[in-house]
């Protein structure tokens, strides 16, 4: 396979860089090595969209952050993205973290974030009546956002998709080089050249510049350990609950999601496998044990589901994003970790128009909007719904009890531009299997629509691609082989 | 609710409506209509009647109600048998996505779409689910093959798949026990069953049926540390936990598995009650009801596993039956005149039920409680107190957590209760 253009890795980053570039006359591929986009990072992180008081004043982190910030509600709202904005504090829980607070403040007015300011025990316990008394001081953040990563990263692709870019699953790329005109990649769906790779690999994106550079980049697995407690009326907590952050990281949070679940996390620990996603008791007794400052009352009775993410964390601490030196047409998007998520937009931005600029890519004559989606059901009115399934009887048809979803949307999820292909999947895209029965209930119908769908036989869908099949085989064969 | 004018003019008024067709809304319909009311609906989600009874094709069933045993497609038969004679309403495939305190429901399915009612009286019988392993947060990786006992049962009976082949079965929860015995007759291989607990959460019958005649081991106080395997599961390891629930660093046992089946607890499914505003119970994860099954809200009735989890389907039915009755006689007008006491915990007693009981002004019926022991009691009894006297006792050889204690109060003993709280405990 030749390509104009490859992009390695389907994270936010990749897929924001590769709808971007759809916009140019190129032939255009995006390979992911996971089962889906936002196999990495972007599908499990905080969710939230930083007002950018946090990074160092004149860093790339802080310019892309800030400016990431600011776009993200057009974007969200031009991609069909989930995208909310509850505000932030930053909590001080005694008088020794004040300083810390004041020089957040300083940094957040120096990056240039809009609406900060220090507020006092009072006013926090009247915004926040949950967080722990012994609050001192705190940083407010009224522009601080939340969006849904997976969410995000699937509208973006699909937005890239119905304009002409082509998406790769399950395509890893162990080798690049360089060679005549462009470079070659050895991946495990083959050969394939490209005249112009982007590097947009998350955890192995180190690796990938390695290959190419001299001038070598470490990329350190970070893991976050996470809780995931189930919407609750009312929220505990409104905005999202900063501790004082520390040198691994912004500390542990309690935040609300897009989606009004409550979240607890994360933990950070240096692991040496990027792909590394257990959970530890000994990370979540921490992060239980941490969000206790923020919230005394904390009641894990609602926990849902604990999961765990990788931050690929630069040992320089800024991001690296550019041409990738001495390479003509090769660039990279490497450390992209916190706020990373927040800067998406803007580092696709900024890299596509140093490409735009470097490679005199022309525009094409027509963009193609996003693709509308039908507003989920749990969010709809009941006029809205008994509209809805007079139009079609398959949203009649409730398939995740928890949070609602109907087949309808399971079977939407599928067709889209970037189609589900695993139960996660469509539990990504749907949120069916996200509730409190975390899919006891609807996995098994979940299953048998992707059969369907996809025209596979029920044994061989999977979780997560790979090997992760449900079921090994019909109860006829195992009794037949007991027989045997 | 603010509605359309359009929306307005399609509600519909049923006197009773039930939600859930599964053995405890089946016998609430049954016996509101036997007590009269004609105009009754049920709804039901599943595309069947019969609720989990459906896929639970082992027998034991019915021992209680039809002195014979049945499987569990067969006892929910009987039910549908006797709703269809009696012409009850069931829709199928019909989601109820609310109800509020003034008995405003709202349904969707695909044949009928949006459907509002207004209901003299409302049952809940919408059953329990299951305990996911998020909710344990064992540490470990998210592969497949983590399944909980009832979703693996529905892959094997009624979609005929198999969810794997090397099994461990943490808790030991009746239909986790039931998927040991089903998944070893079925050709897999079940290597161990893991409870927390220094005793079992299902019936003694299960353990000697399921595990003992199929020499599967049960580890006692032991529970799941990890959960291994990148894509589908590859291994479980396993530990001894102390007085306190924590591992006991030493006692790790490893197993090479590719399923591991959860069966650590039910949960009654409550959104809905909650949504009617309806006064919960922490320890049932069910409503407060009185003695007549009413809710803290007029008209809204429990019954069955979304009251409480029950152990029998027998006992499902039996109690329904009294929701029903209770429900056709609240929509006749029929009022319940006297005094509420409280039926609270006592020593060694979780999660009473009824919390509270009517002492009539007119004559009394027996009123059956129910209750699960806290721990293990042997040669102990159970005394309802009401204050300092005894006003009824229950002598037992063994009382555990596994089996719901149950005792009855006869007519004479609510009649003369003083009206204090009134108290039931265990003493050994």
Known sequence: ?????????????????????????????????????????????????????????????????????????????????????????????????????????????????????????????????????????????????????????????????????????????????????????????????????INCAGVNSAKLHNMLSDKELTIIPRKGEYYLLDHTKPLQFTMTMFQCPTKMGKGILVSPTVHGNLLLGPTATDVEDGTAVETTAEGLKWAADAARLTWPKENLRTVITTFAGIRAHESNGDFVIGAVDGNPGAYETVGVESPGLSAAPAIAEYLVDMIEKAEGLTRKAEWKPAPKREKPFYAMTLEERAELVKRDPLNGALVCRCEQVTEAEIRAAIRRPVGARTIDAVKRRTRAGMGRCQGGFCSPRVLEILAEELNLDPTEITK????????????????????? | MNLSPELRSQVMYVDVLIVGAGPAGM????????????????????????????????????????????????????????????????????????????????????????????????????????????????????????????????????????????????????????????????????????????????????????????????????????????????????????????????????????????????????????????????????????????????????????????????????????????????????????????????????GVVPQKLLVPEGEAETVQIMFRPAGVYKNATVRVMDGDREVARLKKLIFTPGEMAELNLKPEVIKGLSGGDVTIQIEQ
């Not at chain 1, 810390?100 to 120096?110: D, R, S, V």
């Not at chain 1, 064969?477 to 007991?482: F, N, P, T």
């Open chain 1, 1 to 197: 396979m030749n390509k104009d253009i490859i992009i390695i890795g389907g994270g936010v980053v990749g897929c924001a860089v590769a709808r971007l570039l759809s916009r140019y006359d190129a032939s255009i591929a995006l390979l992911e090595g996971g089962s889906d986009v936002a196999d990495g990072a972007s599908k499990a992180n905080s969710g939230i969209v930083h007002a950018g008081f946090d990074a160092k004043p004149g860093s790339l982190k802080a310019k892309l952050n800030v400016e990431g910030a600011r776009m993200y509600p057009e974007l969200c709202a031009e991609v069909d993205a989930p995208y909310g904005r509850p505000g932030a504090m930053v909590l001080a829980f005694n008088e020794e973290e004040r300083p810390t607070i004041e020089k957040l403040y300083q940094q957040g007015i120096e990056n240039g974030v809009p609406e900060i300011r220090i507020i006092e025990h009072d006013e926090i316990l009247e915004l926040e009546p949950s967080v722990n008394p012994d609050v001192v001081c705190a940083l407010l953040v009224p522009t601080s956002g939340l969006t849904s990563p997976y969410e995000l990263t699937c509208a973006l692709a699909d937005h890239a998709a119905v304009n002409g870019v082509e998406f790769m699953i399950e395509t890893f790329v162990n080798k690049i080089e360089r060679v005549e005109g462009g470079y070659k990649l050895d991946t495990t769906k083959g050969e394939m050249t490209a005249r112009i790779v």
């Open chain 1, 464 to 484: 997560c691609g790979g090997k992760s099949n449900l079921l090994v085989g019909t109860i006829a064969e195992a009794a037949g082989k007991e027989n045997a």
């Open chain 2, 27 to 350: 016998a609430a319909a049954i016996a509101a209509r036997e007590a009269g009311v004609d105009n009754l609906l049920v709804l039901e989600r599943e595309q069947n009647m019969g609720g989990i009874l459906r896929q639970c094709i082992h027998n034991g069933f019915g021992l209680h109600r039809f002195k014979e045993e049945l499987t569990g497609p067969e006892y929910a038969q009987r039910d549908i048998d006797k709703v269809k004679e009696l012409g009850i309403e069931v829709r199928t495939g019909t989601t109820v996505l609310s109800i509020d305190e003034d008995r405003f429901v709202t349904a969707i399915s695909r044949d009928k779409g949006v459907q509002m009612f207004e209901a003299g009286a409302i049952i809940l019988a919408m059953g329990c689910r299951e305990r996911p392993r998020g909710a344990l947060a064992t540490p470990g990786t998210r592969c497949a093959g983590v399944y909980s006992a009832g979703t693996a049962q529905k892959f094997v009976n009624l979609e005929g798949y198999m969810p794997g082949k090397r099994c461990v079965i943490l808790g030991s929860g009746d239909i986790g026990l039931i998927m040991a015995r089903r998944m070893t007759l079925q050709g897999a291989k079940v290597l161990a069953c893991v409870e927390l607990m220094p005793y079992s959460s299902g019936l003694n019958r299960n353990i000697v049926q399921c595990l003992q005649d199929y020499d599967i081991p049960l580890y006692l106080s032991h529970t799941v540390i990890d959960i291994e395997g990148k894509e589908r599961l590859s291994g479980v390891t396993v530990a001894q936990v102390d007085a306190n629930r924590q591992p006991i660093p030493g006692t790790e046992k490893h197993f090479d598995c590719d399923t591991l089946l959860l069966s650590v607890g039910l949960i009654p499914e409550n959104e809905l009650t909650e949504m009617a505003h309806v006064e919960m119970s922490a320890l049932t994860a069910g409503a407060i009801v009185d003695d007549s099954l009413q809710t803290s809200k007029e008209g809204i009735f429990a019954c069955g596993n979304v009251l409480h989890v029950h152990d029998l389907v027998d006992f499902v039915s039996a109690e329904s039956f009294k929701a029903g009755k209770a429900a056709a006689e609240y929509v006749q007008g029929k009022k319940r005149v006297g005094k509420y006491v409280n039926l609270k915990d006592g020593n060694g007693v979780r």
